[in-house]
């Protein structure tokens, strides 16, 4: 009898854990944040404090929502994420570059590429790159050769409307993409490459600004600041020299 009432209460530990597990992981997010909460929030990470304009709020998944700000002539970018039961900021930045949001890492047509860039600049267009490195070894007595391979997609940028934007990868880099994933995952059939599959990988992702004369030019201030807080797949696009350009 004693034994039986010493399990009660750890019956009872076990139901409210899986009652917390259900709530956090299936239960629908509720209303995303309120202008004025998503103000505060990010006035309280020190960008522009009393001068915060929230330019739009864009979901990106069910879970993840994208929201670009604006505070006096800077342009900002800020990340939610829906996690133990609350809208919680992910990441925030100021950087005046494009970034790829990883919503499912282990998804590539999951993937976002987003950006927030001052318009009164001189850049009319913007191309994205995804390249994958030309690499050569021996292994085993084996000969191994990667091709190189680089993919190219132009973003129009030329006024305020456009300051910002999400948009998904294009058809042709998640055929290229799943291709990719296909052979490593065969190659290392035990591994969770698939997870880790950009930070392990020759693929990167890049871009270069131009003006109308089809100069490189940057939108500015050149100078900003970011960052994360806690589990979110964000990778800052880098600009790509010309002569690597192919």
Same mark, same amino acid.
Request: proline share 6%.
């Given at each position: 009898?004693?034994?039986?009432? *010493?399990?009660?209460?750890?019956?009872? *530990?076990?139901?409210?854990?899986? *009652?917390?597990?259900?709530?956090?992981?299936?239960?629908?997010?509720?209303?995303?944040?309120?202008?004025?909460?998503?103000?505060?929030?990010?006035?309280?990470?020190?960008?522009? *404090?009393?001068?915060?304009?929230i330019q739009d709020v864009i979901y990106v998944g069910e879970k993840h929502v994208f929201v670009p700000f604006k505070t006096h002539s800077r342009?900002?970018?800020?990340?939610?994420?829906?996690?133990?039961? !609350?809208?919680?900021?992910? =990441?925030? !930045?100021?950087?005046?570059?494009?970034?790829?949001?990883? /919503?499912?890492?282990?998804?590539? !047509?999951?993937?976002?590429?987003?950006?927030?860039?001052?318009?009164?600049?001189?850049?009319?267009?913007?191309?994205? /790159?995804?390249?994958?490195?030309?690499?050569?070894?021996?292994?085993?007595?084996?000969?191994?050769?990667?091709?190189?391979?680089?993919?190219?997609?132009? /973003? =129009?940028?030329?006024?305020?409307?456009?300051?910002?934007?999400?948009?998904?990868?294009?058809?042709?880099?998640?055929?290229?993409?799943?291709?990719?994933?296909?052979?490593?995952? =065969?190659?290392?059939?035990?591994?969770?490459?698939?997870?880790?599959?950009?930070?392990?990988?020759?693929?990167?992702?890049?871009?270069?600004?131009?003006?109308?004369?089809?100069?490189?030019t940057f939108p500015g201030p050149d100078n900003g600041s970011g960052s994360g807080y806690g589990n979110i797949h964000l990778e800052y696009m880098?600009?790509?020299?010309?002569?690597?350009?192919?």
């Open positions: 009898m004693k034994q039986g009432k *010493a399990w009660l209460p750890i019956s009872i *530990a076990i139901v409210l854990i899986g *009652a917390a597990s259900f709530y956090v992981f299936y239960i629908k997010p509720s209303e995303f944040l309120s202008e004025e909460a998503l103000i505060e929030v990010i006035t309280s990470h020190n960008y522009g *404090a009393k001068s915060i304009e342009y900002g970018t800020s990340y939610w994420v829906w996690r133990g039961g !609350s809208w919680d900021l992910g =990441a925030i !930045s100021n950087i005046q570059s494009p970034r790829v949001w990883k /919503v499912n890492p282990q998804d590539p !047509s999951s993937y976002v590429i987003v950006w927030n860039m001052d318009p009164n600049d001189d850049m009319t267009d913007f191309e994205l /790159v995804l390249s994958n490195r030309r690499n050569y070894w021996v292994s085993d007595n084996v000969h191994h050769y990667t091709p190189r391979v680089q993919l190219h997609h132009t /973003v =129009a940028f030329q006024s305020e409307a456009s300051s910002y934007g999400v948009m998904s990868l294009p058809e042709d880099w998640l055929i290229f993409l799943d291709d990719y994933l296909k052979v490593e995952n =065969a190659k290392q059939p035990s591994s969770s490459f698939i997870f880790d599959f950009f930070p392990q990988s020759s693929v990167s992702f890049a871009w270069m600004p131009y003006d109308k004369n089809g100069e490189v880098s600009t790509i020299p010309e002569h690597e350009l192919e």
